[in-house]
């Protein structure tokens, strides 16, 4: 088998088209003796003018100060693609963020990456299709049988919140747990964690969590 590389990401925000790479970490592993045989990891200062959302730096606390003598990202771009070179790749939901912004930052080098040709695993897409998350895999999840097994009919209001119910009291038996926070009905405000505690942030945008 391929030996897998598996990597991550830390940007200023979140916009894949504009936003920058400041941490690229990535691991090889053999597979067929079940260890990692190489490490990588390298900070990248964005190249001219930029911003960090308060959001992001208070998740990965890399400062611009911090940033100031660190390579830019095409001055370690052939290291990453020599760190891939002959491997599969494993992210935690990469396939949607990480690998998208890898894409983006090697074309502003005039590098073409097309992460399509490589055998890419993605375990939280994996961990989806494995446990899911509607109402049916919830259901079975704590009663360990099928909606249809219970006599109810998937996608009937009648049955769906009599499933609700039991998916509530089989979850609160495990831990109680409180209401939801609804601090404005479109959601624009949301309890998150700020800094290590938790307050009232924006959720969309480039303030997301500011």
Request: charged share 30%; hydrophobic share 35%; proline share 3%.
């Amino acid at each position: 088998m391929n030996n897998i590389v598996v990597f991550d990401i830390e940007t200023t925000d979140v916009d894949k088209k504009k936003d920058h790479i400041i941490q690229f970490s990535a691991i090889k592993y053999d597979r067929d003796n079940k260890r990692i045989i190489d490490e990588y990891n390298t900070y990248i200062q964005p190249y001219g003018s930029y911003t960090m959302s308060v959001g992001s730096l208070a998740i990965h606390q890399i400062t611009p100060k911090f940033l100031e003598d660190k390579p830019h990202f095409i001055d370690v771009a052939n290291d990453i693609l020599n760190f891939f070179e002959g491997c599969d790749l494993l992210s935690y939901n990469g396939l949607s963020f990480d690998a998208p912004f890898l894409k983006r930052e090697f074309a502003d080098c005039g590098i073409e990456w097309n992460f399509s040709e490589y055998n890419f695993y993605d375990a939280y897409k994996e961990e989806l299709r494995r446990n899911g998350n509607t109402l049916k895999d919830v259901y079975k999840r704590y009663t360990g049988k099928s909606m249809e097994d219970a006599g109810y009919k998937a996608h009937d209001a009648s049955a769906d919140i009599k499933a609700t119910l039991e998916v509530f009291i089989a979850q609160t038996e495990i831990m109680e747990y409180p209401p939801e926070q609804i601090l404005t009905e479109d959601g624009f405000i949301k309890i998150k964690d700020f800094c290590g505690k938790e307050t009232e942030c924006f959720s969309v945008g480039k303030w997301n969590g500011v």
